[in-house]
């Protein structure tokens, strides 16, 4: 659908609204409208979406991971506004834990079977950036910490490891809020949503790895495939903010030198020994995923 911009005045601009979307929404003349400026995208929201931009659930089931996955979603979806229903007043208490990782909302109402999330600190400008570069830096960290115990033997950070997992979890999620309100990301908003998810993923396989090579035997075949990861990690950053994409290419190699390795290994090996690498191959899958939408976001954000 194409619009003139007709002259109205010295300096203004003017252009006409789709008729069938004026009547969707039911505007007329001195509605009002919030303009939302998104780089080269302008969004024109009638008042009435912007304030009801709220969604209603009602949690049947206190189940923690159910839980955790509606209001997570609820949140990454974009909404400011969370009004949840439940049968049983002990789910409150799992209720306000996740809503406190939800940076930016907290609980405004509360009664005996229901209360109110609400967005209470609006999204800056640059917080995308510096919370995908900081998920970078606390996976990389997860690295270090991974391979120093290996070399020691000696694995006691466990706690350590979780908390770097839920700081990324959080930041995760944000990041993803960010880019469904956002629309300045297009059009590379789906490899920015991919990349987010996979490194997410990728941390909760290296917080299973940590507890798996705790109960094995640490041999220097195993370190080496840990540094080969390392390093392979190292290069996807520098191709990231480097926006070099030639760097995928020694990514995509340092990756399948990893799984030889791993291959290698699964044919003679047996007990514990098995689950570590298969959560190996796991993060080898995982990192692999992590390639495509990283060229995506590379190629995209230099064509900008």
């Known amino acids: 659908m194409e619009r003139k911009l007709v002259r109205h005045g010295p300096s203004t601009l003017m252009i006409s609204l ?32 912007a304030k009801e931009n709220k969604i209603f659930v009602h949690l049947v089931d206190a189940e923690e991971r159910s839980l955790r996955n509606i209001l997570g979603n609820c949140y990454k979806a974009g909404f400011d506004e969370i009004n949840i229903k439940f049968n049983n007043s002990s789910v409150l208490p799992l209720i306000s834990k996740h809503i406190d990782l939800m940076i930016g909302f907290e609980i405004v109402k509360e009664s ?29 960290e997860m690295f270090n910490i991974i391979l120093n115990d290996m070399k020691s033997k000696k694995f006691e950070n466990l706690a350590l490891i979780e908390d770097v997992n839920n700081r990324i ?81 020694i990514y995509n190699n340092l990756c399948s030198k990893a799984l030889k390795l791993i291959n290698s290994l699964l044919e003679k090996s047996s007990g514990n020994l098995n689950f570590t690498l298969c ?20 190629a995209l954000e230099k064509a900008k």
């Open 279 to 298: 959560e190996l191959s796991k993060l080898e899958r995982t990192l692999y995923l992590l390639g495509a939408p990283a060229s995506g976001v590379i």
């Open 169 to 249: 979890r959080r930041f995760a999620d944000f990041c993803r809020r960010v880019l469904v309100k956002c629309e300045k990301f297009e059009p590379s908003f789906h490899s920015h949503y991919l990349l987010i998810s996979q490194l997410h993923y990728s941390n909760g396989v290296l917080l299973d790895i940590y507890k798996t090579m705790s109960k094995t035997k640490i041999s220097e075949a195993l370190i080496s495939i840990m540094k080969y990861f390392k390093k392979a990690f190292d290069t996807l950053y520098d191709a990231i903010f480097k926006k070099d994409i030639q760097k995928i290419h």
């Open 112 to 140: 005996k079977n229901s209360c109110v999330a609400k967005q209470i600190t609006p999204i800056e400008e640059g917080q995308f950036e510096l919370l995908r570069k900081k998920i970078f830096f606390l996976i990389i």
């Open 18 to 49: 789709p008729k069938k979307w004026i009547e969707k929404n039911k505007l007329k003349s001195g509605s009002k409208m919030t303009i939302k400026d998104r780089g080269n995208i302008i969004e024109l929201v009638p008042e009435t979406v």
